[in-house]
């Protein structure tokens, strides 16, 4: 129902506000007048001449003020005011050169005691920008040459993650037999 009459009422307080700056103009004034004749009130703003004993002429100065002229009423312009760009702040990875590449190599599986092995594992990050970070199944690693527990003859399937110093990820699953060597006499 308001929405039918919007336009309505806009043009109603246009059309108000139109004439109330309209009347705000002052109407030219003009003097009265007086009986038949006019006669103009002297605009002479010096004191008489006093008289000389001279005979050169002397010379009266009159003030004319300006009479007032009809200027234009002024109008209204329309500027478009340019309004200022939010940034919004968004989480990239810093360029880099190349991107992360993670690969890894088996040095050696030792036999422990009982059936018990150790897995030998070095990490090889390349590219990103350095500062690696090494992480065994989500376990940060002091170093990019890993330890892992196992047990000989069952294999050894785990998670290696590597992040970069400019942010850039990457986890590597992967799956090593659990064959240990055979026990010397």
Known sequence: MFRRHLPWLAFTVLLVIVSACSSNVP??????????????????????????????PTAIVSTIEPSPTDTAE?????????KPRLTVATVRPRNTATPLNVTYQV???KRQPGDEAMLV???IATGG???YRYYHDDVQ?????FNIPGTCGKPFVHTIKVISGDGQTVALPYHVNGVCPTPTP
């Open 27 to 56: 109407a030219p004034q003009i003097a009265p007048t007086t009986g038949g004749s006019q006669s103009a009130s002297p605009t002479n703003t010096l004191p008489p001449a006093k008289p000389t004993d001279t005979s050169a």
């Open 74 to 82: 002024p109008t209204a312009t329309f500027t478009s005011t340019p």
């Open 107 to 109: 040095l050696e599986i």
């Open 121 to 123: 594992l070095k990490v």
């Open 129 to 131: 920008s350095g500062g």
């Open 141 to 145: 690693q002091p170093s990019a040459t």
